[in-house]
Structure formats: C-alpha cells, structure tokens
C-alpha cells in the first residue's frame, strides 16, 4: 500500500492505494503549520479504510508550499549569491532583474568571483581560493545563512562550483548549506544562477518542514519511506527535498495529470482540471506532462525550470455568466471562494457556470428550485460556451493531428459536456476531485542529462549512447527499479555558431521507485 | 532618445527582425537597461542628419547566442573595443551605429554609446539578421570592414586587416571561437556621408515601434500577427502547427528544415536565420526578404533554436532593402549562397498559386 498526499492552498487530500487501486480517499483543510492537516487527512484515511502502519510502503507528498512560501516572500533565508566568472560576465551581476521587494526578502547579497569555463571546458579563469575566503569571510559577516554557487559553464565543467563549495565551508562552517547551480538548472547562467538563489533561500524553511512531514507520519506510526513529488512528476527522497526544494515548485499540475493518467489508463490524452476561477489544460504524453519549452517566470523572477506546459483559461464552477445566445459569456471573472454565498443555488443574486450546470441537472448543489425557472436556452448557450472555449484551449495543446483523448478531473469538470466536438469522448475518471494525490502516490523516479557534446565525426551514436547510459544511470542511483527503467524524453539541438559539431543532447529516464530497496536503506 | 523604458519594445521588434536568428535579446536588453540607468538616455541620429565628416563606429557582438547567456558579455570591454580601434586608425568617434537589427546585436551598441557619451545612429547595416560579417550592406558600396577591433571579455585585443569582407568574416570568427565564442568587435568605420548611403535608415526606431505596438495590440487582445505584418509592409505567409523539425549541423551552422501544417503544409528552410519558405514544391519566397516566425497567439517571435514540434505559428514574409536585390546583393546573401539551388523568389504582396 501507498499513500499520496497533495497539500495545495486550500485541500490537503490523501488517498490509500493498492497498485493503482484507490482504496480510501479524503479531503481536509490546508493548516498554516500543514503538518497538522496532513494529519487530519490521515487520520481519515484510517477512519475510511483501516490498515495496518506497518503495511504501507511509502509515501508521498506533493506540496505547493515553498513556491507559496516565495511568492508570498515569508521564511526564507538570508542568502548570498557567488559567481565564478570573472572577468566575464561582471556587467549582469546575480539577481539583476530580480523584482527589489525579493532582493530584501532574502537580504541577497552577490559576490563575484574568478572562475567559469569556456563552452568547450577551458577555464577563463582560475579560481582564486584567497578571493573566495575574503567573499566567505563578507558573508559571514553579514549574518548570511545560505549561499548560491553558479559557475559559468558549469553544467559542462563542474569542477570549480565543487571547489567553492568546499572553500566556502571551510570559512562557513557546516551550519551554511551551499546549493550548486549545475544540480539544478541548465544552461542559461541567469535563469540557472536564480533558481539556485531561490533554492538557498528556500533550504531553511524545506529542513523544518521536511522534519513536520517526518513526524506527522512517524506519529501514525508509519515507518516507510517518505517522498516528495517533483515538477517533473518523478520523486525525490526526503533527503534530496532538504537540499533541493525548488524542485517541487510545480509539482501540483504534474500530480493531478499524471493522477489524471492511471485514474483514466491513458498515457497520452489532454488533461482538463477544472477548479472554481480557471481551467488548466496539460498534456500527458508516454504517462509523463509535456514540459514548456520557454523560460517560466515564478514570482517575477526569469528561470529554466523544468515545468510542465500549461495552459489556463479563466472558467470554472464560480465563472460569472453573461449575455444571451450566441453572445453568451462565461468568465473570465468569478465569485472565487464567495460561491456558497453569491451563487443563485445558493440564494445569492450571481448567474455562474455551476448554476447552470445544476439547471442543467448535470449536477446537484445548494438548491435547485433556486434556478428552475432559468431560460432552458440560456442554460444551453452558457453550456455550449464553456464547452468550446475549454475545447479550443484543449484544440491549442494538441500536438498532432491525431485524436487526443480528453479526461476532466477537478470539482468543476460537471461543467464540461460528455464529448467535445473535433475530439471525441471526455473521461471522467472516479476520484477525480483526488486526482492529485493520486498523482503523487503513483510518481515514478527519473534522471536526467542536459549537457552540450562536442560529437566528432562518426561518433553521433557513441555521444548519444553516453548521454542515455548516463541518463539511466542517474535514475537508478535515484531510486528506480533497474529493470522497469526507459527513455522517456530524447532532444538533440545542434548549437548554432559553434564549432566542432557542439549538440546540445537532453535526455531523461524514469522507473519505478524500487520499494523494498527502499524500505531496506531506511531501516 | 532612447531611454531605458524603450529597451523592451526594442528588443522584441528586434527579434522580429533577426529573421529566427541573431539570438534572444534578453541578455542584450539586460545590459543595455544598466548602461543606460548610470548613464541617461542615448540620442538616435537619423542617417540624413549625418554630417559629411562624421566618424560612425559600428559596434556588435560575434559568436554564438548560446554562449552568450551563459557567458553573459562584460560591457566595460565595448568602450575599449571601440578606443582600441580609434587609436589604432588615429581617428575620434563621433557616432556609434548598429550593424545588424536583428536581434542581440540592436542593443550593444547602445551599451557602447552610453559608456562613450556619444548618439547611436537610427539604422543598421543590414535591415534584419545575417550570419556573417560581410553580409551588410555597406559591402556592397565597397566600404572595408577592416581595419576592425576584436576583443575579449579578459583583455586581449586584435585589431585585424583583411584583404577583403569575406577574408575579414574567416579571421574573425577563428578569433571569436578562441575567445570563447563571444567577442565584441568593432568594424565598417565609415563617414557620415557614407552612413548616409549605406545603412538602411531607421530601423533602431522601427524595432521599437513594433516591440510597442506588440504591447498595445496584446493589452487589447488584437491582432498581434496582423500589426507585424503592417508595420513591415508583409503579408502572413502561412497559420498552422510545426509538425516536424529536422536538424543536421554543416560546417557549425545549424541548418534544419521545419514542416508547418494548416491548410496546406508550407516547408521553411532555416540555417540561423530562416532563408526558404516553399509551399507544395513552389518557392514562395527566399533570402534576402525577410520570413519571419510568430507565436500566432501572442505574436512573439520565434527563433530557429525555439521551433519546436507542436508550435502554433504565423509564418510573415516582407520585404527587404531594395539594395539587397541588386545582382551583388543576391551574390551575398541569395539562396545559392547559403546552398539552396534555387533562383531568388521576392516578396510578393499577392497570394503565389
């Protein structure tokens, strides 16, 4: 047995599942210290299904709570930013095109140092160990207490950012976690520079509540593994999660697809997740979220993430209905949170999409005779307008000509009809207002390699063979099942103006999490 | 004047012009913002108010895109670029000029100016993105783009002379992959009266009219595509989906070929810059028009490296500098050039059968 959990802003839900059989589902509310709702949400669980602690084998949390902790700039760290570059890149110092209001959240402070490598590896300069300690020496007197390394080039020569680490605590002490851009980002020195700032800051915060989530699984006496869901839709043991917190930032889509995914048994379809203000649509494709091709921006500031690639359009069950036939508008406004209060079902004086789902007998909420005398009409031009405004949305993530089967989790998928003209039949998986938890308890584990060849005539293959071997490897040192690991993912992007045939080659592989291996390292 | 809040306008319309080439001008417009924060507003000089006896110092970036948001250039060497290269000829600098448009290399000019308290001149030398040295036009009224300045971000410094333009792009380019692939350089000096007659004028303006009227069109949900397509005179080309991309790498280029499904399926042929777009086996339109790549929902321009399979996109073509057509022009930057064994085919405001 398993158990998924997904803490988002406003639900903590948790299912217990066998394989892919969902065997007790619930929801509770989100808590500000969130260990106390995941508690709740246990308990509900045992109260649902009761099992033995013994016999659940791991689990697994997805959370939104350190992208939040960003956003809302609350319990981050006093961070410092080094980078070795010198005498390169000095015109563009860490955090440039930060919003300031973050700069002070996280009292940064850049430093910048000798170091980095050319494209092809050669140093531009060496590192300077003195110039390091007078950096460390600064920083610790200014009460930092997390530090950034970025290193030019480093996803192709990490030797200098390993070196400064160690310089660094040396001057630092142990106390000081250090994160190391070419663990976390790509190429692209800015955006990788500033994820890893954004995961030094968040380090503090990620040991506190990794501890919370520990104890409040230990108090059920719940002895397996813990982990947590990443953006990608792979896991991270608990271990990973202290030191690389940014990785769950986009955690909550890619859960409730790929919940979405096994709820429904398709690996490749379009995933509509219909909430109260917007509708997001994703695509699975091989079980795993099409990721976004562009630089994501999270709370103002420009990073390479790995994302999933979503598309939201403001509709859902609190969408504010307008207008009359084919002028019929639904959204992008809505009463939010105030449905229960201003929803005509619920004696308010607002038309919104829910009550013409309820006039529509699609659904049952708050009080029906409240919307019995609506325009049958009306109802139906308000329906008909969710369902080719979501199905255009839907029409605009297809990536090939091919049907691309729909399935709708979220509360306000009663809005969608039962087929969307051009595309077929929608699923409508059960559990789908768990869809995310779901997500969680069934993630896969991955590795992947993002690195820039210099492939020599006649050794494409050879070039291509290292990067997929290391690609598996990375996954299994991750946790995977050798024998369940494959190639998910393969991109080969020749670099334009560069000599010697230079190939960007990204590569991923996933497997399943190997659980008795698993629950044997923790014992 | 060109202030720090037109940065971003500029930047977008200069991605528009780099043609799918000439890289992401985010880093160009970062360091552009910071020389013009500490050192105010640059003023942009028509090419007709030129005087004779001006001194206009072009100044850009050679290398590749992919290494420079990485190794993010240091701007303090583009002054000394520029120094370097004035001593050298025992001349001042009266004007700093853009020599390519399109994309990372419309901003470092002003970086340049900023530091040297000068004004940028409104134009560039080639209207849009090209991938070598000796493709502008300033080639083609016989002005020498060496003596040139060549420098990198650690001091070294080359001032090179070469027998001819094309001679000038070989050299440069093997000091430019010694130098890491990033360099900054400084060639085509020229006088006012030949700025005049050989940059195309008002394209800096241009860049940023079409970056802001992006904004505007966007904030009242219009059409973006169709207000590129008026601003360059083009007409859309082709709306569908990519529905294949395939790359291969000849002699460091990138060349690749990408399908557009929709209607019909339009073929584009790309090498840096997209050169080809090619419609049920009949040409379209070729090098040197400009075909240009859009986001069809948000009218982003979309580079060759960015093209991806599943991206929803407006292929516009317009049409280039009337300099460009001339029998020398086409020996330059034509189809044949850059190995397609094709006839140039113009831009036509009209629908090819």
Same mark, same amino acid.
């Given at each position: ?376 009409? /009306? +109802? $139906?031009? *308000? ?6 405004? %979501?199905?255009?949305? @839907? &029409? =605009?993530?297809?990536?090939? #000509? ?30 789908? /207002? +768990? $869809?995310? *938890? ?6 896969? %584990?991955?590795?992947? @390699? &993002? =690195?820039?060849?210099?492939? #020599? ?48 080659? =990204? ?17 | ?353």
């Amino acid at each position: 047995m398993r158990i998924g959990i997904d803490v988002g802003g406003t639900n903590t839900d948790a299912v217990l599942m066998d394989g892919d059989r969902v065997l007790a589902a619930v929801k509770a509310a989100t808590t500000p210290d969130v260990t106390s709702g995941i508690v709740t949400a246990l308990d509900g669980l045992q109260t649902q299904h009761p099992f033995p602690p013994a016999d659940v084998q791991a689990v697994m949390i997805g959370t939104t709570h350190f992208i939040n902790a960003l956003v809302q700039a609350r319990g981050l760290a006093p961070t410092a930013a080094l980078r070795l570059g010198l005498p390169a890149t000095a015109s563009l110092p860490p955090m440039v095109d930060w919003p300031g209001r973050l700069v002070g959240a996280i009292a940064g402070r850049a430093y910048l140092a000798h170091g980095g490598h050319e494209f092809d590896g050669r140093p531009i300069s060496p590192l300077d160990e003195d110039e390091l300690r007078r950096h460390a020496a600064d920083m610790a007197a200014n009460g930092v207490r997390s530090v950034a390394i970025s290193s030019v080039f480093s996803p192709v020569n990490t030797e200098f950012e390993v070196r400064a680490a160690e310089v660094l605590a040396d001057v630092l002490g142990p106390d000081v976690p250090v994160s190391l851009s070419h663990e976390i980002g790509r190429v692209g020195l800015l955006e990788r520079e500033n994820a890893t700032i954004i995961n030094a800051a968040l380090r503090e915060l990620a040991a506190g509540i990794v501890d919370g989530l520990a104890a409040s699984i230990a108090g059920h006496g719940i002895t397996a593994p813990l982990y947590l869901s990443q953006n990608d839709g792979t896991l991270m043991d608990v271990e990973f999660a202290r030191r690389y917190p940014v990785a769950t930032f986009a955690s909550g889509p890619t859960n409730s697809m790929r919940g979405a995914a096994v709820l429904s048994g398709l690996g490749t379809c379009a995933v509509v997740d219909v909430g109260g203000t917007t509708t997001d649509v994703g695509v699975l494709t091989g079980g795993f979220p099409r990721e976004a091709t562009v630089e994501v921006s999270v709370a103002g500031i420009r990073t390479n993430f790995r994302m999933p690639d979503v598309l939201s359009v403001g509709l859902g069950g609190g969408s504010l209905v307008r207008g009359s036939g084919t002028d019929t508008t639904v959204g992008p406004d809505s009463v939010g949170y105030r449905l229960t209060e201003q929803a005509l079902v619920f004696g308010g004086d607002v038309l919104t999409a829910t009550d013409v789902a309820v006039a529509a007998g699609r659904v049952e909420i708050g009080d029906s005779s409240l919307v019995a005398d609506l325009d049958p009409a /009306a +109802v $139906a031009a *308000a329906l008909e307008r969710i369902a080719t405004d %979501v199905a255009d949305v @839907v &029409d =605009r993530m297809r990536i090939s #000509a091919d049907p691309l089967p729909v399935v709708a989790v979220g509360g306000g998928s009663v809005l969608l009809p039962d087929a969307f003209p051009g595309l077929g039949a929608v699923h409508r998986p059960e559990h789908f /207002a +768990v $869809a995310n *938890a779901i997500g969680a308890a069934i993630a896969q %584990v991955g590795g992947e @390699v &993002d =690195r820039v060849f210099a492939i #020599a005539p006649g050794q494409r293959d050879a070039a291509v063979d290292e990067a997929r071997q290391e690609a598996v490897d990375r996954a299994v040192v991750a946790g995977a099942d050798p024998a369940t690991v494959e190639i998910v993912d393969f991109d080969e992007v020749p670099i334009p103006y560069l000599p010697g045939n230079a190939t960007r080659i =990204r590569c991923k592989a996933v497997g399943d999490l190997r659980i008795e291996q698993a629950a044997g390292r923790r014992a | 004047m060109i202030g720090e809040g037109d940065l971003e306008a500029l930047a977008r319309g200069a991605a528009v012009l780099g043609t799918g080439g000439g890289g992401d001008p985010y880093v160009g417009r970062l360091l552009a913002a910071r020389a013009l924060r500490e050192h105010g507003p640059v003023p942009l000089v028509a090419p007709a108010d030129l005087p004779d006896d001006a001194t206009v110092f072009p100044v850009a970036m050679m290398g590749a895109p992919t290494v420079m948001v990485e190794k993010t250039p240091s701007t303090e060497r583009i002054g000394a670029t520029v120094a370097a290269l004035a001593e050298y000829l025992g001349v001042t600098p009266t004007h700093i000029a853009c020599i390519e448009a399109g994309g990372v290399n419309s901003t470092f000019p002003l970086v340049a100016a900023a530091q040297l308290g000068l004004p940028v001149v409104d134009g560039d030398g080639m209207g849009r993105a090209f991938p070598e040295l000796q493709m502008v036009l300033p080639t083609l009224s016989g002005i020498a783009g060496t003596p040139m300045s060549i420098a990198d971000e650690k001091g070294n410094v080359g001032i090179l002379t070469a027998v001819d333009n094309h001679a000038a792009e070989a050299l440069a380019r093997s000091l430019t992959i010694t130098m890491g692939c990033s360099a900054i350089i400084s060639d085509y000096v020229m006088s006012g009266a030949q700025a005049r007659d050989s940059l195309v004028p008002g394209t800096l303006s241009l860049c940023a009219r079409i970056g802001h009227r992006l904004d505007r069109v966007r904030a009242e949900h219009g059409d973006a595509v169709a207000a590129v397509a008026d601003e360059l005179g083009g007409r859309v080309l082709h709306t569908g989906k990519v529905t294949d991309v395939a790359r291969r790498t000849v002699t460091g280029f990138a060349r690749g070929t990408a399908l557009i499904s929709g209607e019909s399926e339009l073929t584009l042929e790309f090498q840096n810059e997209h050169l080809m777009a090619v419609r049920d086996g009949v040409v379209q339109v070729t090098t040197p028009d400009l075909i240009i790549v859009l986001d069809t929902d948000t009218g982003e321009p979309v580079t060759t490296e960015a093209l991806r399979f599943g991206h929803r996109v407006t292929v516009l073509a317009a049409p280039t500098d009337e300099r460009w057509h001339s029998p020398a022009g086409i020996a330059l930057v034509g189809p044949r050039y850059f190995g397609y064994d094709t006839d140039p085919v113009r831009f036509d405001a009209r629908e090819r059968p």
